[in-house]
């Protein structure tokens, strides 16, 4: 085996998350934070998947990024008045700013963490789920949404490949 770290091609592929980490959506401490990471997922998929699609981001979010995303997405308001307090190497304000940067315009769009209401529906594949029910989804809708962000997350990492094989 060749070990010359000349060989080696450093950057190619972007090592962020195209979608965010399934365990993300249904390991959160409280069934509030549940019903908000996936309510948060299926309402903003649709528009991250046609930004994949069609103008995909310089970087994609690390999993504590994806994790702020399905949170909150901030509003500029917000992020001109977070402070500056560091959290590891990176600022909360540092993190929020790289949400509005990967999601540009679209993200005043998205969804604002605590907006909706629990009478509210949110749209999945032409169903529409009631927002209160994800605080203790159905089983089976649980293992549908992360069987396909498992395969969305595949198809893209089977994209990447092929860009940088075959550029």
Known sequence: MDKDLSRVKKDMVDWGYRVPE???????????????????????????????????????????????ILHRVPSKE????APESS?????????K???????GDAAAAMVQGSSFAPTETVEWHGKYI???SLTNPPP????VILWEIYKIGWHYKLCALDQVLNP
């Open 78 to 81: 917000e992020l001109e008045a």
């Open 130 to 132: 009631l927002i209160a």
């Open 97 to 103: 700013l790289a949400v509005l940067e990967i999601f």
């Open 140 to 143: 089976r809708l649980i293992r």
């Open 22 to 68: 399934p365990a993300i959506l249904v390991s959160s401490q409280t069934p509030e934070h549940h019903q908000l990471f996936m309510t948060n997922w299926l309402a903003i998929r649709p528009l991250w998947i046609s930004q994949l699609d069609h103008a995909p981001p310089a970087r994609f979010p690390a999993p504590q990024l994806w994790r702020e």
């Open 87 to 95: 959290m590891g190497n990176k600022t909360a304000k540092g993190r």
